[in-house]
Structures are given as structure tokens and as C-alpha cells.
């Protein structure tokens, strides 16, 4: 893990300040709003730095160090082939990288200059070009630049764990993993206050900040000569034809995704450094750590280079026992089956309002619950006990069928793949509206503004996704905007169910109408938007490296993923028809039931929040109300400070819904502040 921080400049660009100076004063100014950048993101790196600025100065690259694998100045990033033509810079971890090293040294003879996974991607580029993004597997963020042909390409990982944006200043192509290192590199910041409202840096490839956006998932940019910067897709997420019929049976599948777990997990154990692991009370995260014990205790594997004498290492997260939302009781039960050491962090009211101006500046985004600043809290425990990386259980969900949105899709059309299990027409179609009410009914105890019916063309366009219209349930009320927000920009924008059909692309649209199961559709919605740009973001990269933890995602190796999709829907979701009750992450349950304890076998998963009500005098509230102010309000410039007023004066009696309209409201004031963004003025 890494921060990056690169500079392209463009040919004839409308603002481009473009110089033919090649002199070592402008070659001493760029490498100095690179170290500037770099101290800005030190968090990701703070092991070392390095910068390279091509000789005709127009491209620079630069690199601070979290050391991970090869600990040695061999490991020093930007990295550049023996000709010194190709030059990178990878955040990230590449697995499996021993054996495609032994494939190009004895294929090509390539000689590599270290043992670090990142030197893979100057081997790989040399021999397949662009090509080569489909031979890592891991997650990353990389860029690299081929001085013999002048192309810059800037790539990102399948599914988005590691953070990749970009914006175009003064004539200048820049990228990093945040928008906080573009500071120093001239870039003003302002609201994007269309995104805002349409959330399309909730579903699309926008951000909070105007003319920042991301690298998507499963992409990435190129220029070549220094010209127009084009966006590419190397990857996307992949389902069958809903009426292939499966023929393997249930036990062949379920051994399928064992080993491929197993596999990915034991690929992620690999480091120079000690390892251990993020567990909660759920079963995907128990899963993990069950089977880390299995392969460290019973097949002898390496977890980093941690010592063989000690136990492996849990880290948890405890918050208070009276809110409803605290499992460290049943992640104990769960360190104590497993035999292995527990860290916990309790996290109250105190710590969150201590941490949470923080933790959003790193997430550089709001988020409606508070769960990510317990994440944060608990991210500071590994690294002040000497650990660098940390397995954990996120994306399970989203690959096998997790959430309660989820069960309507599935319920909307019988599992063709799957005849023995499919549910009897009559029976389906009246579980499908019970789930429908009791989905709204449990988005709307949640605080969520929910319907199931969509607009017609998002209708059609999306299949009725059901998921879609759970994504949209949390909208800021209209009466919280400004006039001229309603007035200028609302009646420009689509509504925010059609934000996400239009992201979706024409050829993926085709398979969700025609050719997948709805619950599949359903899951590539999620996993495109609300995966990739909050929960992989705020409970994932940004509240992990904001402490220099790297974290790695086994449920989200592209080779298991590829297994599970191509799983039937009822595998992933079974119904039981004596019950009538629906078991989620059936297949997982069953490929991990040998490594994880009776009880979380069992147990029905419980999503990791934060508590959402707070006591009316504690220290949120008044942390609440040193922020709500009017001037604070009236300085974002597109809320109403009247409206923000009346609902402060409501606040932590036990109003959900107003509770997460003001986390939202103060996080955009937090991140004003920190960044110093321009208040937003009407369009002229």
C-alpha cells in the first residue's frame, strides 16, 4: 500500500500553461509540488518517498512508501525497466506474483531487479502492453508511462478497493488516490453541487468536488502524446444466462468455493511484515479468520512474517452494550473458538465525536451512518500493536446474496438455472410482496424515504430493480435547498434512479433486461455503485490508510468472484419451504461451516453499524451544535440554513431520519473547512 501522485501535461489544452522549459529549475518545481503532494497523503506512505520527472519535464511521477514486500531499497518506488523507456508507481498489493515472475524470467529472461510484487507491472507492460491488466490479481491503483511511445495509462482494480481519481488543472493531467493531494498542485476546490443532488458520486464516476473524478473499477485512462485523455474498460463483473441449467451438484459447488477461498486467502497472507485480521460478529469476517487458522495451524502457512510462536492476531470493535449494535460479545465467543489472541477498541459516543471531523476529512465523502468512524477508531489498535496489514471480510455480501434488498430481486423471477429448488409460482409470488413491505418497512425504521415502483423508463431500462430503488432511499428532503439549487440545477438533473441508468452501460442493460436473473442485476447495481464508491471507501481504503493499514479483501479476488457468479441464485440465497424463512449466504455458510464456530453457523447476519441515536446532552450533540451554525451553513452556500434550523432543534430525540440528514450536513461542513472549498454561488 501506497499514495501516488502524477502529472501529465496536455497539448493544446483550452488552459494549458504548456512550456517547452526543460531546465532544472522547472524540473526543481515540479519535484517540489510533488514532495508537497506526497506530505498531504504521507498517511499511505510513510516509510519513504521517491519522484521522477521525465527529462523534457511534461510527465512526473512520485511515490511514498507503506513497505509491505521487499522491505529493501530494491522495493523503492517510481520503478522503471533497465532501458529506462517504462516508469511506474502501483498502491496496492499484486498476488501470486512468484509465479508470473518465474513465467517472464524464463519466457523472455526478464531480469528483476527485486522481489517486490509492484516491479511485476514494468515486466508485464514491456511484453503484453495494456493487456497486462488482466493478468494481476489483487487490488491496485498503478500508474505508467512508456517514454518510447509518450503514452500515460492510469489503471485501477476490478472492483475498486483501492481509490483512483483525477481532474485536469491549468492544463495539467493530474491523478492520485485523494483529492487532498491536489492541493498543492494548484487545484481550487468547489462543490459539485449537481452531484450532490443527483448523487452521482454515490452511482457514477463523479465526486464531491467539482472536475475531480474517479477511475472506475475495472478501468483506465490513457494519453497519448500528451493529447485528449480517453477512459477504458479492461474488466467488468460478469453473470450467466438465467436459464443455463446448473449440472454440478450442491456438494461440488460448495467444495468449489472452499477452495477457491482458501486460496484467496492464503495468496493475501503472503508479506515482510506482520498480518492479522479485522473480526467482527458476522460470519464473513469469522469466515476468514477460521480459515487463516486453518491454513497457519494445520497446513503450516506463513501469515506475514509474523512470529510461528505467536497467536494469530483478531482486531474488533466494541460499541456501547446498550445501543443495540455492539457483536464484540459474539466476536469473542468466536476468538475464543478459534484460539485466537482479540484486540478490542470500545468505541462510545466520546470517541465518535473525538474522531469524526477525521475520519471524514480522510473519507473525503458524507456518509449517513457512523459506522466509518468506528472504523477509523479501530484501524489506529493494529498499528500501534506493530501490524501493517489486516485481512477482512468485506464484498461477501455482494457476492452472495447478503443484504435484505436483495430477497425481492430474488423472489421476482424463479431460478430457472435451478429447477429442484425452485420456489412453486403461487408461493413466490406472494412471498415477493411480503418482502417488498417488509423491505420498506426496514428501510423506513432505518430512516429511508422508500418505494418500490420506479419511473417508468428506469423501469424498463433497469428491469425493475428493486435494489436500485433501495439504493435511492435516503434523499436530502427538497426543502433543505437553496432557491437557486432547486431553481438552477435541480430542474437540470435526472432523477437519482435514472443517475443510475445511466451509468449502467447499454451492453449491461441488454443482459439485466434479457439474459440475468434480477437478484444478479440487482447485485452488479450495488456492486458498481454503493460497493466500489462508499462502503470499499469509508469502511475500507480511506479510515484504513488514514493509520497506514493496508487491508486485503480475499471475498473480492476476481477468481472466486468468477466462481460464485456463475453459482445459482439459489445457492446463494435458499429458501426454506417448511420455514418459509430464507437463509442468506447459504454456500458460504456450508464451504466455511468446517472453520467457523456452531454459532455462526447459525447466526443470521447483522449489518456493522453504528448506533443512530444518541444521548440529547452528550458529546456528538455538542459537538453537533458547534458546527450547525448559520454562518457554517450559510458558507456551503446550497442549504437552507431555516430549514437545517429547524431539524437541529429536533436533534437526539430519537429521530432517525433527522439524525441522518444532519451526520450528512455536518460532514459537508467538516469537509469545507479542511479543504477550504469555495462556497457554492448560482450559475451565471
Known sequence: MCGISAIISLEGHSSAKRTNDVSDHVRSKISKELDQSLYMIAHRGPDSRGIWVSEDNRVALSHCRLAINDLTPDGHQPMHDADGGIHTVVNGEIYDYDRIRARLSQQFGYKFQGHSDSELVV??????GTSFLEQLRGEF??????????????????????PLLWTVVDGRLLIAPEAKAFLPLGWKPEWDVRALMDESWHFGCRTLFKGVQKVRPGEY????????????????????????????????????????????IRLRLRADVPVGIYLSGGIDSSAVAGMVAHLVKEQGEKMGNNDATDRIACFSIAFDKDSGFDESDVAARTASWLDVKQHTLHVGEAEIAASLGDATYHCEHHNMNLNFVGKFALSQVPRELGYRVVLTGE????????YPWFIPDFLKER???????????????LLLGEHRQSLADFLGSRGADFSTHLPDVVARELNDSITAAALTGYPLPADFWADWVVGQVRRLIPLRLQTIANDVSVRVKHKIQRSWHPVHSGMYIWSKSHLANVMLSC?????????????????????LTRYINNLPPSVKLRHDSTTGQFTEKWILREAARPFISPELYER???????PVTYSENGPLKRYY????????????????WKTVIELRDGLFVKDRRAMRILNVVCQWIILAKRFGIKRAEPLR
Open 604 to 610: 443470521k447476519k447483522a449489518a456493522y453499524t453504528a
Open 141 to 162: 491503483a498503478l500508474c505508467l508511462y512508456d517514454s518510447t511511445t509518450q503514452f500515460f495509462m492510469a489503471a485501477r482494480d476490478r472492483y475498486g478497493v483501492k
Open 539 to 559: 469502511l475500507g481504503d480511506r479510515t484504513e490508510m488514514a493509520h497506514s493499514i493496508e487491508a486485503r479483501t480475499p471475498f473480492l479476488d476476481h477468481e
Open 415 to 429: 431460478d430457472h438455472s435451478w429447477p429442484d429448488r425452485a420456489i412453486p409460482e403461487e408461493e413466490r409470488q
Open 123 to 128: 515486466a508485464l507492460y514491456k511484453y503484453y
Open 221 to 264: 485512462l490513457t494519453c497519448t502524446e500528451f493529447g485528449q485523455v480517453e477512459s477504458r474498460e479492461y474488466w467488468d463483473i460478469e453473470y450467466p444466462d438465467k436459464f443455463h441449467v446448473e449440472t454440478r451438484t450442491e456438494d461440488e459447488m460448495i467444495a468449489g468455493v472452499r477452495q477457491r477461498l482458501l486460496e484467496a
Open 395 to 402: 464484498g461477501a455480501d455482494e457476492q452472495f446474496v447478503g
Open 625 to 640: 451544535e458547534k458546527l450547525l451554525t448559520e454562518e457554517n451553513v450559510e458558507e456551503l452556500g446550497f442549504l437552507k
